[in-house]
């Protein structure tokens, strides 16, 4: 008897069983289906990560990853994009408090890190197209820059995200579509930083190794 | 009853627990190990303290640990019941990438072991 009781407890956790809670809640609904986005998303990925593997050593006689990347360039970009997750996530908790004013804050702070991070990227990318290392130089060169740029446009795609949830909060205020969408927007600002680690990983960090 | 509150404690994601204390420690938590990962690798990168050829090892598991951290503090995915779907299609995400990424890898070095060197392909050209 106590064993059937233990696992029913375990099954409904609110004392109904799975098959009579009824749909779930548009929230959570929402939230799996862009769930399902982003991990189609990690794939597109996936592959440039996989190009770039493969092509990692194919030089054509240029610079090597080793000769390129500046690592403490990328600590401080890394630290830019770890922070802007962690403020995101204070912005959560601003919203889940319907505190228009530290939304706003966090919100800032958020984009203010992303544009940092963006302005470095671009700083790095416009420096190696002025010493000729452009992607046209070699296979290498070409999925490093399809793999970082990608990464780089989703980033500049969340930026704008932001701007626009900001102007919806501002004039449709904490109605539960605009909260939903901000949910989103976290879970696509935080899927971002997930795909940074492999790319500074795999990238930078690799380049010493290979 | 006590046995009854336990289990969806323990089926609650870190983050979403209802009260701002318990959501802003998941989140400093999961900076905070992040911020740990994130150091880790970079000092190991350049570190003479480990045995030179295990370094990428080393970096891919630093690598994971950090994105199980992001996914469990910072995206909230839990063995809660609201999360069995995104759990599963997770798991499957990750199937999908290991085998697009390896699979690829291991096709191609397959490849480049059984082509002929470029200077023996150029000769037999020339022989034409």
Request: proline share 3%.
């Amino acid at each position: 008897m106590n064993t059937t009781v233990d696992v029913a407890s375990e099954e409904m956790p609110e004392g109904i069983p799975l098959s009579e809670r009824g749909p779930a809640s548009t929230r959570v609904v929402a939230a799996f289906g862009f769930w399902l986005f982003l991990l189609s998303d990690i794939i597109v990925f996936s592959a440039l990560f996989a190009a770039y593997a493969v092509l990692n050593g194919e030089t054509n006689g240029g610079p090597s990853a080793s000769e390129l990347f500046d690592k403490r360039h990328v600590l401080f970009e890394t630290g830019c994009l770890l922070a802007s997750s962690f403020t995101c996530g204070m912005m959560m908790i601003a919203i889940e408090e319907r505190s228009k004013a530290s939304t706003y804050f966090w919100a800032l702070v958020t984009a203010a890190l992303g544009v940092v991070f963006l302005y470095l990227e671009v700083s790095e990318f416009g420096g190696m197209l002025s010493a000729g290392a452009g992607p046209s130089r070699s296979a290498f060169l070409s999925s490093f820059f399809t793999l970082v740029g990608t990464h780089g446009a989703h980033v500049t795609a969340g930026l704008a995200w932001l701007l626009i949830m900001m102007a919806q909060i501002g004039t449709m205020g904490f109605r539960p579509m605009v909260i939903r969408r901000m949910v989103c927007f976290s879970l696509f600002w935080h899927a971002l930083d997930i795909v940074w680690i492999g790319v500074f990983t795999v990238v930078y960090l690799g380049a010493a190794h290979t | 009853m006590n046995a009854h509150v336990e289990t969806t404690d323990a089926q609650r994601a870190p983050g979403s627990h209802q009260s701002r204390r318990d959501r802003l420690r998941s989140y400093s938590i999961g900076f905070g190990l992040a911020v740990l990962f994130t150091a880790g690798s970079f000092a190991a990168s350049s570190s003479h303290l480990v045995w030179g050829p295990s370094i990428p090892v080393l970096l891919a598991v630093l690598a994971i640990a950090q994105m199980g951290v992001h996914l469990v503090f910072f995206l909230h995915i839990s063995t809660a019941p609201d999360s069995t779907n995104n759990v599963l299609s997770l798991a499957f995400g990750v199937f999908v990438v290991g085998l697009v990424i390896f699979g690829s890898m291991i096709i191609m070095a397959n490849l480049n072991h059984a082509m002929m060197p470029m200077d023996q392909l150029i000769d037999i050209h020339k022989q034409r």
